[in-house]
């Protein structure tokens, strides 16, 4: 069973950092693609990061610059460091994953029995539960 457990949420002043974790289990970690997005209360939820399976990293125009995204494959781990931290980035943040390599049914009966967040791309199955990140001014 794909497991996803973020922590590392926190309340920080403006301009704080923050690193938050991932700790993945279930799938094959170093053959998955994995992601953070957001969800602050009223908003629709943003992408803030992927990183795929050849380490290749993409981040939301809004965090560029300031987020870096890792992960330890030997610590079945994902990372999040985030600098500069601003009051526009209090949400609840999510780790989300692929799962690695699924077939076409396991894709499908994912989709069926689960609703997926819009701003994941179309191959992410998995979420966590999230931490909470409050950026104060």
């Known amino acids: 069973e794909v497991q996803l457990v973020e922590s590392g949420g926190d309340s920080v002043q403006a301009g704080g950092s923050l690193r938050l974790s991932c700790l993945a289990s279930?799938?094959?970690?170093?053959?998955?693609?994995m992601g953070w997005y957001r969800q602050a209360p009223g908003n629709e939820c943003e992408l803030v990061s992927v990183?795929?399976?050849?380490?290749?990293?993409a981040y939301a125009a809004s965090v560029m610059g300031r987020f870096t995204i890792s992960q330890d494959n030997a610590k079945n781990t994902m990372y999040l460091q985030m600098n500069s931290l601003k009051p526009d980035d209090t949400a609840v943040y999510y780790c989300?994953?692929?799962?690695?390599?699924?077939?076409?049914?396991?894709?499908?009966?994912?989709?069926?029995?689960?609703?997926?967040?819009?701003?994941?791309?179309?191959?992410?199955?998995?979420w966590g539960q999230g931490t909470q990140v409050t950026v104060s001014s």
């Open positions: 989300a994953t692929d799962g690695g390599t699924k077939t076409e049914e396991e894709v499908i009966k994912r989709l069926m029995t689960t609703n997926p967040p819009p701003c994941l791309p179309h191959n992410f199955l998995y």
């Open positions: 279930g799938f094959t970690f170093d053959d998955s693609d």
């Open positions: 990183i795929s399976t050849d380490s290749t990293t």
